[in-house]
């Protein structure tokens, strides 16, 4: 079944820097996109970037574009978010999640999710 | 940017009853909606997709209707692990949009 991983959270100051990742098992990793999505406490969910099966494609809402890049390691099944620049307003759990489409460019919904890494921005 | 509303805000219900939820899109997003459902603690769980498809291993009970910025899920008779916190999602335009969720609690 399919399984997702997600690790690297924890507390960092404002200004600093985290990369999150997210380990993926149960399917054929590089055949798909792979999104991240985050909650903030007690909030509502807020979708993230999303990166292409072959990692030559990524999306970003005008959030977080310039102050985070997701990347992928297909050797590694491993699914990347590298965050600069934080602010307290990005503290929140994230949420790696996998897109539905095989090879393809959909980027739609998420089939599937982690449980979650929590990143607390807090001096 | 897209901007999905749920009403209401919290849905009391007995378990057995039907539970509606709706879901309001800003500009049109054609069919391309989709309902989760979360547990407190818990990631959410794709439970709609095109607006009406049930997602693998979703009970019948779900269902979900709509088109352009008018769109619901019904929960037709109300089991005791159906209640948690449901938001809707578009994808038809960028940046992908949730609604802020409609929580279903024992009434």
């Known amino acids: 079944q399919v399984q997702l991983v997600e690790s690297g959270g924890g507390v960092v100051q404002p200004g600093g820097s985290l990369r999150l990742s997210c380990v993926a098992s149960?399917?054929?990793?590089?055949?798909?996109?792979m999104h991240w999505v985050r909650q903030a406490p007690g909030r509502g969910l807020e979708w993230m970037a999303v990166?292409?099966?072959?990692?030559?494609?990524?999306h970003y809402p005008d959030s977080v574009k310039g102050r985070f890049t997701i990347s992928r390691d297909n050797s590694q099944n491993t699914l990347y978010v590298e965050m600069m620049s934080l602010r307290p307003e990005d503290t929140a759990v994230y949420f790696c999640a996998k897109d539905p489409c095989r090879r393809t460019s959909c980027y739609t919904y998420f089939d599937h999710w982690g449980q979650g890494t929590l990143v607390t921005v807090s001096s | 940017e897209i901007v999905m509303t749920q009403s209401p805000g919290t849905l009391s219900v007995s378990p057995g009853e039907r539970a509606t939820l709706s879901c309001r899109a800003s500009q049109r997003v054609s069919s391309n909606l989709a309902w989760y459902q979360q547990k407190p603690g818990q990631a959410p769980r794709l439970l709609i997709y095109d607006t009406f498809t049930r997602a693998t291993g979703i009970p019948a009970r779900f269902s979900g209707r709509g088109s352009g910025t008018e769109f619901t899920l019904t929960i037709s008779s109300l089991q005791s692990e159906d209640f948690a916190v449901y938001f809707c999602q578009q994808y038809n335009n960028w940046p992908r949009t949730f609604g802020q969720g409609t929580k279903v609690e024992i009434e």
């Open positions: 149960g399917f054929t990793f590089s055949d798909y996109g």
């Open positions: 990166i292409s099966f072959d990692g030559t494609t990524k």
